[in-house]
């Protein structure tokens, strides 16, 4: 469509994925604006001030476990679970690829960069060895990782000449090299556990490391001499940072909390609480400038605030894991998006903002979310449907139990309609008016007030079948064969319309009422199924998102021109679309990632 466009507003990023008894490691940017994480195959560039605006780097064919900026900040260096690093460019929207190595044959845990961003150094489980020191324009070996007799799990280059690299084993020992090239000098054992993460200081004059014993060790960064310990966490130790300065010291704990170390003094001035629940686990941190952030391995993000060590300023919420739900709230200013491990996150569309709902949820996958006037609903495999208070964001009243798994909510005035595998219900005011049971398996539906009309979806055949709905009762009134499984139906804010998705990579528009092809032209133009159709307040566009990881928008008025938007979740399906208004739209994907998009349109 000539004059049609789209851009990217915001991603509400996915969340760093975790895992209990595994560090996360968080890549910090020499200019102080922007962090790094992985989360799958993918590499979060995220904005420490705003969070909602990020990028995502998703050329990685396997699990990323580590990203870095050089010190020069014009290249990223991602290395991933097969032994491979890529080295991309910062700059170009694109993110070129300079270089790919494969420094060792197994996963990459960590790696490091010198200071004259010339060289890298990489540490994991490799099958020959745990490390390798490269050059970055060539690959060239630049020395060797040996000496110690398991798989390493952290490195970090010295800041300043002459340069060294120390490295942590689950040998329990602290490692020391020197160079270039660099050559194994000794080893250090005060740790009892696991070394899990070693830190130079910004100058260069000390070095700490920290174990699964809950012990920190300082060390001379130039003869590698014990200077002290730093004693206080009862569980392992996952992330540390330095301050700017290198006076203090923040750690990272499995016993829920981060501590912040004076260095002269070598005695904890801040301890901050993060929680009582497992998931309270501190696993990782950073601190760049004035921030101090840390993970827990619920994946939460936490902006520690040391004049309040009981509250973080922020903490960034979401999701870690797919999202195969999402709906708009009542006003549209607020995002609901539902989780395949059951979690349901608010977002306020403009700040990007997030909560958590609270209460009892589902416990497992969301299958659908739905507006009402004062809330959400939502369906859930644990076979319930559960309601959402909008304005203290919590489920309230008890679950309502389904005789079926859930497939498809719809709520239309003061009227619910859900299809399970098994049946069809319409309920009013918590209670049953009617259940339906079916022969086939239904996949979606979707309710009309102004024509009493409900159209069920079939998953496993071509048919959508229209039902009346008056007097309280199910009646079917007509079937529509589609050229494939129905995949999503809506119909237009106006009630005008109906919209069908499905598995044939259709996208058919419908009058309603008399249920004919509103247009003679087929909407055709996605590669694989397509998930999800969604119109835009005025009833004039149509958003299908598919499998193909594209969205089309499609327009009423001009139904043969279309606008493609190619991998807007970039090797990951598009779950859900919806429209906040006429002119902008928000998808979510199976990458975890919730987006926003700018549609600009012809006059």
Known sequence: MSGTGYSNRFTFAC???????????????PQGENFLYCHGNSVIIRNLDSPQYSDIYTQHSCQVNVAKYS???????????????????????????????????????DLAWSADSQR????GEGREKFGHVF????????????????????????????FRIVTGSEDNTAAVYEGPPFKFKCTKTDHTRYCQVIRYSRDGNF??????DGKIFLYDGKDSELKGELSGHTGGIYGLAWDPSSRKLLSASGDKTCRLWDIETQKCITTFKMGDQVEDQQVGCLWSGQHMISVSLSGFINYLDPNNPDKPKMIIKGHNKPIPAMDLSADRKS??????????????AESGRSERIKGAGHGNQVVQIKTHTTGVATIGFDDTLRSVDGSAQEYTGPAQPLTAQPRS??????????????????????????????????????YSTNHNHLAVGEANGHLLRIYSTHNNSLDLVKEITLSGSVMDVVYSPDQKYLCTADSNRKVTVYTAGSYDKTHSNEWGFHTAKVNSVAWSPNSMYVASGGLDTSII???MELPDKHCIMRNSHEQSQVTRVAWLDNSSLVSTGQDGNTKIWNITWPN
């Open 15 to 29: 969340l760093p994925r975790t895992e209990r008894g595994q560090p996360i490691v968080l890549g910090e940017d």
């Open 335 to 348: 995002i609901y998006t539902g989780g395949s491990d059951g979690t349901v996150t608010v977002w306020n």
């Open 135 to 162: 050059l970055a324009d060539t690959g060239t070996s630049n020395g060797d990782i040996t000496g110690q007799t398991r798989p390493i799990n952290t490195v970090d280059f010295k800041p300043s000449r002459p």
């Open 71 to 109: 010190p020069s900040r014009f290249y990223i260096a991602s290395a991933d679970k097969s032994g491979k690093v890529r080295i991309w460019d910062t700059v170009n929207k694109e993110h070129i690829l300079k270089n790919e190595f494969q420094p060792i044959s197994g996963p990459i845990k």
């Open 553 to 555: 928008i499609w327009s």
């Open 207 to 212: 070095w700490a490391s920290g174990g699964f």
């Open 409 to 446: 909510i719809d709520i239309k005035a003061d009227t619910t309609a859900v299809a399970t595998l098994k049946s069809i219900l319409l309920m009013r005011g918590g209670s049953i008016l009617c259940e339906e049971s079916v022969e086939f398996e239904p996949s979606c539906l979707a």
């Open 120 to 123: 890298i150094v990489v540490v």
